[in-house]
């Protein structure tokens, strides 16, 4: 079974950074995908990033484009999302998550993490 632990919440003012980390275990990374997702208070989760194991290709949504960016270090199993110019709507809880097709990055993700806040104080 995949267990992932998202780490790098907190609490930063509208512009700043955070970079939050998602470490994989329990079997070898070597295909798949990564995805980040986030959920504000009464709102559904939705998609933020994904990037494919292997070709390391990404997809975004629209409201992170330019401003997110997904990565990942194989050797650490470990995924990554770098947000700049964060706004307070993008705060919520930021979950990372696993599937092990990756045909499609939006959707029908297997393994998920436990959750990290993210605040953005205007």
């Known amino acids: 079974q995949v267990q992932l632990v998202e780490s790098g919440g907190g609490l930063v003012q509208a512009g700043g950074s955070l970079r939050l980390s998602c470490v994989a275990s329990?079997?070898?990374?070597?295909?798949?995908?990564m995805g980040w997702f986030r959920q504000a208070p009464g709102k559904e989760r939705e998609f933020v990033a994904g990037i494919r194991w292997n070709a390391g290709s990404t997809l975004y949504a629209d409201s992170v484009k330019g401003r997110f960016t997904i990565s990942r270090d194989n050797a650490k199993n470990t995924v990554y999302l770098q947000m700049n110019s964060l706004k307070p709507e993008d705060t919520g809880v930021y979950y990372c998550?696993?599937?092990?097709?990756?045909?499609?990055?939006?959707?029908?993700?297997?393994?998920w993490g436990q959750g990290t806040q993210v605040t953005v104080s205007s």
């Open positions: 329990g079997r070898t990374f070597s295909s798949g995908a």
């Open positions: 998550a696993f599937k092990r097709q990756s045909l499609v990055l939006t959707t029908s993700y297997s393994d």
